[in-house]
T-cell receptor, first 116, second 112 residues
């Protein structure tokens, strides 16, 4: 149980294009999903908190117009990196908090984004 | 905000020995402390967690201890095996927003 999937697992795109990453909770409902980015050999940095049916809350320093988040249902959240640039290349990971649970968060397998 | 510090940054142990990773946190309101294992190219996997109303929790070879007064918690892995080699992250969260604040990570290498 508590499986979170991400799609795609990796993506290569040209500078200036937009990329959408999906995060799904497969066997549970998630009231809250979180998006992180992780640079090589570094820790996870929280980008935003996504609540179903409401606007995402972004961490300080994260551009909300560049990283668009949509949480349309209790099992799906999407992150769109708009007008991607090479500095956006990173490992993007989502997590989901189980509806009604304490604080447990389960993480997806991550999406490797490379912007050329 | 919450600040979590984790030590050591790297840890090399002989197979069969124990490994200990320590974390401290700053926000006394934090009440949930999970530990994650991350293998190369994968997402973090929850391996054990502890809540502020208990001082110790054990699951087979893995145990976590929590000292609320001192605001530190530790991960103990006994009888280490090569498959325990990975990066381990501690984290802490408060009950108001469920956000996780992560430590910097510990790269554990188990030598066969």
């Amino acid at each position: 149980g508590a499986v979170v999937s991400q799609h795609p697992s990796w993506v290569i795109c040209k500078s200036g294009t937009s990329v959408k990453i999906e995060c799904r909770s497969l066997d549970f409902q998630a009231t809250t999903m979180f998006w992180y980015r992780q640079f090589p050999k570094q820790s996870l940095m929280l980008m935003a908190t996504s609540n179903e049916g409401s606007k995402a809350t972004y961490e300080q320093g994260v551009e909300k117009d560049k990283f668009l988040i949509n949480h349309a249902s209790l099992t799906l959240s999407t992150l769109t990196v708009t007008s991607a640039h090479p500095e956006d290349s990173s490992f993007y990971i989502c997590s989901a908090r189980v509806l009604g649970s304490y604080n447990e968060q389960f993480f997806g397998p991550g999406t490797r984004l490379t912007v050329l | 905000g919450e600040n979590v510090e984790q030590h050591p940054s790297t840890l090399s142990v002989q197979e069969g020995d124990s490994a200990v990773i320590k974390c401290t946190y700053s926000d006394s309101a934090s009440n949930y402390f999970p530990w994650y294992k991350q293998e190369l190219g994968k997402g973090p996997q929850l391996i054990i967690d502890i809540r502020s109303n208990v001082g110790e929790k054990k699951d087979q070879r893995i145990a976590v201890t929590l000292n609320k007064t001192a605001k530190h918690f530790s991960l103990h892995i006994t009888e280490t095996q090569p498959e325990d080699s990975a990066v381990y992250f501690c984290a802490a969260s408060t009950p108001n927003d469920y956000k996780l604040s992560f430590g910097a990570g510990t790269t554990v290498t188990v030598r066969a």
